[in-house]
């Protein structure tokens, strides 16, 4: 019987995904938590007007995507505010995570813990030294030039009305 010898191919630098993972797991902290038992993380998105709301959730042993929306593009929510993946995908994760927690089978693991960062990553990720160095030119602020502020008459509709005559 043939066997492929196996290859491996890292994806993404080990420093990388942990700055990615701490960012997702800072996500839902603080007045954004799920207040879970389990570590998690996640984003949420929303689509162009608020057709779609998205949310991808993980734990250290399992990914979740979750899509809330109709599947024609007419269907969507009335306000935007309403129409995040925040108040309509993250919901259904928490709530599929919360059962998953109180399942008594031993199907998930709510002690399991995200891996350790690499060496590197506490240099990488402290904010005091790098908001401490001045910012380099191309990310400086500009003031617009002059001649870019214009200024415009704003003429009225001539095709409004005033009423019945």
């Known amino acids: 019987m043939y066997r492929a010898k196996q290859k491996t191919n890292i994806a993404v630098d080990p420093l990388y995904n942990a700055i990615m993972l701490d960012m997702l797991q800072n996500n839902e902290s603080g007045e954004f938590s799920m207040h879970l038992k389990s570590k998690n993380g996640g984003k949420t998105g929303t689509t162009d007007d608020q057709c779609d709301g998205w949310f991808i959730g993980l734990t250290p042993n399992l990914v979740v995507g979750i899509w809330t929306g109709g599947d024609d593009k007419w269907i969507r929510f009335l306000r935007d505010d309403v129409g995040q993946g925040y108040y309509t995908a993250k919901p259904v994760f928490e709530k599929l995570i919360k059962r998953l927690e109180a399942d ?6 709510i002690s399991a813990k995200f891996i350790d960062p690499p060496p590197g990553f506490k240099e ?4 005091a ?3 401490s160095e001045p ?7 500009k003031k617009p030039s002059e001649d870019s502020l214009k200024v415009v008459t704003i003429v009225k509709d001539s095709l409004t009305t005033s009423g019945p005559k």
């Open 124 to 127: 990488m990720t402290n904010c």
């Open 135 to 141: 910012l380099p030119e191309f990310l400086r602020p």
């Open 104 to 109: 008594k089978t031993g199907i998930f693991d």
């Open 129 to 131: 030294k790098f908001k």
